[in-house]
């Protein structure tokens, strides 16, 4: 940045202060829209003063008042890096328990949430004594020590705190010499030293979530460590390879911590804490209906499946057809929403049956043979609320099927459990089809890729995961259709008619409206996301793309080639400043708008704008690897990682060390761990859940492949 540019910036900051009189420095949002209207800008790099505005870091003394914080109209908070993208929330996940629950606090009082992303739990402490937050969102254990120097809210969660250790045998004894690895600033080593002064505790630098310490334990590198009893249960739902083997005997209190002597905020925070008694993340089993879930203020536990059409976790948002129309429900309720992932259609009906969940919505098809099931369960049907074809999955290269009598001899593969095993068997007894049994962790949209890799001759599924499916595979086509019309519902027990009334109310004013159309397109229908991904093309005499310039620009800080960015823009958006897809990506680097605003961009259209917040992010991610891999490995990852989220990409890594193949090696190695976690006896073992691993596949091959053709047009 020239000095001119320096200059310009610090003069329109100073400019704010004299003009307000202000006590409190303006957002640096605020600064930079007011120097750009000060200032002649016409040989000033807009995007480059923006952020260098956004850079002045605003120096306080004090903690911020609950009047100032009212007066700014948001509050700053603070959470890790690592919680970027949380992971696939499946029941009780504690992060986004307090991150929903603080948006609940701001939604209330008219306030938006400003994030900070720090490394560790030392560095939120720190960020909190220096002012630079307002409050620190977590389950943090309220110690004499942290009471000398911040203060607490009421207690949200009451927990115990436990021992892991990896699976297998152990004989734990707590008057033993035991040697806890623990992450630096943990409440652990307080409880640790109180508790059992005789342990010794080896304090672990960089580590510092409860996943990342169980790695620790399942790599070898830590025999021992401990985690709060509500992480435990979170991890114990996709891992099998750590085990709790002791709890420590007292219980602990776990709250927010906001700076002493800010007694106002704290006031309103505990006034919002003691309305919605919030003292428990995971619930106990429950039958009662709705009205009496509303009057508690219990939340909705929506029973699903972690897919593609129903919900999953896409670069740090959590999306779905099932899920949104699900949000919209408890929205309109005004109800808490918490999802509980099955990985079965045996294992919902158990879960709803046995009070562990209140609404299965799943994508269920209302079939006789179902219904007579659900019935028996005791279970209930609502209205329907969305009708698909069930229809036959083909090659387009394979012989041409235009009538039912053309199934003969051909080779369907369907899962016993799937609801077209009915068709499935009709067609092997009145026309000759051979029908092949596929093993039950393999999903529908497994079988259909088969299909279109010519790894499987036939399947048969639904019109709405085909048309997910045909955005990504122009090789498929639909020849047969078998039924047009077949209904899916809700279900419920039989013992809540209140909450089916509400679902069908909702089915009733909602089902095809406005709302519904949006979600349903953007899902199944939209045309953006089903355009297939052409072949790239050069563009003719040495300049790349029409942004080469700006690329150069900011790619030197971070240590990018200009033509990699270039390349990835292309992929991402075919260098059109205005693109977008359904999920919400937007601009040249289709960033999504929450994760632009988190890195300090405001308007994604502008181009230089959206291409710095893209090599921001990339950056970022590639940080997230380790400093020891090669360097082109490096890129592989972080392209990876800005495709599907830095989470799959590690669930990707953590599965290929454990198939014997190489983590620190992405062709033929990690992305061969990532495909697989396309498949349910994988994915539910991840921390991220399903991913469609050829997206980042593919995305990282193209990528590599245009970006060497770039490197021999641009010499």
């Known amino acids: 940045m020239n000095k001119q540019l320096v200059a310009i910036v610090i003069a329109s900051v100073l400019l704010l202060f004299t003009l307000a009189g202000c006590q409190e420095p303006p957002s640096a949002e605020e600064s930079a829209k007011a120097a750009l209207s000060k200032q002649d800008s016409s040989n000033v790099n807009k995007a480059e003063l923006w952020l260098a505005a956004k850079k002045i870091v605003e120096k306080r003394t004090t903690g911020r008042t609950w009047a100032e914080i009212k007066a700014s109209g948001y509050i700053n908070a603070v959470k890790l890096d690592w919680q970027l993208e949380s992971a696939l929330p499946r029941a009780g996940s504690t992060s986004a328990y307090h991150s929903t629950l603080l948006q609940s606090f701001a939604d209330e009082r008219g306030l938006k949430i400003n994030w900070l992303r720090v490394s560790n739990l030392a560095n939120m402490f720190s960020k909190l004594l220096a002012f630079d937050v307002d409050i620190i969102p977590r389950h943090l254990t309220i110690t004499v020590n942290r009471l000398e120097k911040v203060s607490f809210s009421y207690p949200l969660l009451r927990d115990r705190e436990v021992v892991i250790a990896k699976a297998g045998k152990h004989t734990f004894n707590s008057q033993d010499d035991i040697t806890i690895s623990l ?12 508790q059992f002064p005789h342990w010794q505790v080896n304090i672990i630098e960089e580590r510092v979530s409860s996943q990342e310490m169980a790695d620790t334990i399942t790599d070898g590198s830590a025999k021992y460590t401990i985690i709060d009893g509500f992480a435990f249960e979170t991890l114990k739902q996709y891992r099998d390879d750590i085990q709790s083997v002791f709890t420590l005997p007292k219980a602990i209190n776990l709250a927010w911590a ?20 919030v003292m428990q993340v995971v619930e106990p089993e429950r039958k009662i209906d709705f009205k009496q879930l509303r009057k508690d203020k219990l939340p909705l536990r929506v029973i699903t499946r972690n897919s593609p059409e129903t919900y999953f976790l896409w670069r740090g948002e959590l999306l779905g057809f099932e899920y949104e129309l699900m ?11 918490v999802i509980v992932v099955a990985d079965s259609y045996a294992e919902m009906l158990t879960l709803l049956a046995e009070g562990k969940g209140d609404i299965i919505a799943a994508g269920l098809s209302r079939t006789k043979e179902r219904t007579k099931q659900i019935a028996k369960a005791k279970l209930a ?11 036959l999955v083909a090659h387009q290269d394979s012989l ?27 067609l092997a007894k009145d026309f000759g089809a051979n029908i092949v049994i596929a093993k039950e962790d393999i999903a529908t949209e497994i079988l259909i890729s088969q299909v279109a890799d010519k790894e499987i001759d036939l399947t048969i599924a639904d019109s709405n995961l085909i048309a997910i499916e045909s955005s990504f ?16 519902a809700y279900l419920v027990r039989q013992g809540n008619p209140q909450l089916l009334a509400y679902l069908n109310e909702f089915i009733r004013k909602y089902y095809r409206g406005t709302f519904y159309n949006v979600v349903k397109n953007k899902y199944f229908y939209n045309e953006k996301s089903r355009i297939s991904h052409k072949k790239h093309r050069l563009v003719s005499g040495s300049t790349l793309s029409p942004y080469d310039d700006i690329v150069r620009t900011y790619v030197q800080p971070y240590n990018f080639d200009w033509r990699l960015i270039v390349s990835q823009m292309y992929q991402e958006s075919r260098f059109d400043p205005l693109a ?6 937007f601009g040249l680097m289709q960033m999504l708008p929450r994760t632009a605003a988190e ?6 259209k502008d181009p230089e704008q959206a291409i710095a917040s893209g090599v921001q992010y990339l950056d970022w991610t590639r940080d997230r690897f380790s400093k020891d891999l090669p360097v082109q490995e490096q890129m592989f990852f972080s392209l990876a990682s800005y495709n599907a989220g830095y989470g799959h990409v590690k669930d990707a890594q953590r599965l290929a060390r454990q198939l014997g193949l190489r983590s620190d090696r992405w062709f033929n190695n990690v992305e061969k761990a990532m495909l697989l976690l396309q498949r349910r006896q994988y994915y539910q073992k991840a921390r991220y859940g399903y991913v469609r691993g050829r997206e980042p596949v593919n995305y990282v091959r193209d990528i590599h492949q245009r970006y060497l053709s770039y490197i021999r047009i641009s010499g």
């Not at 080779?411 to 009709?426: K, V």
């Open 183 to 194: 992450p630096v600033g943990s409440a652990y080593i307080d409880s640790v030293s109180k």
């Open 258 to 277: 906001v700076n002493k002597g800010n007694d106002n905020f704290l006031h309103e925070l505990n006034e919002f804490i003691s309305v919605h008694h």
């Open 327 to 337: 949000r919209k429900f408890a929205d309109i309720n005004k109800v808490k929403l």
């Open 381 to 391: 049907t609502s209205l329907r609320y969305n009708r698909v074809k069930e229809q």
């Open 400 to 426: 041409p099927i235009n009538e039912l009598a053309d199934l003969k001899g051909r080779t369907i593969t369907i899962r016993q459990s799937s609801s077209f095993w009915t068709t499935a068997q009709m």
């Open 473 to 488: 595979r122009t090789e498929i086509i639909t020849p047969l259709t078998f039924k047009e019309d077949v209904p899916y």
């Open 580 to 585: 977008s897809n359904a999920t919400g990506a």
């Open 599 to 604: 890195l300090g961009v405001v308007d994604l």
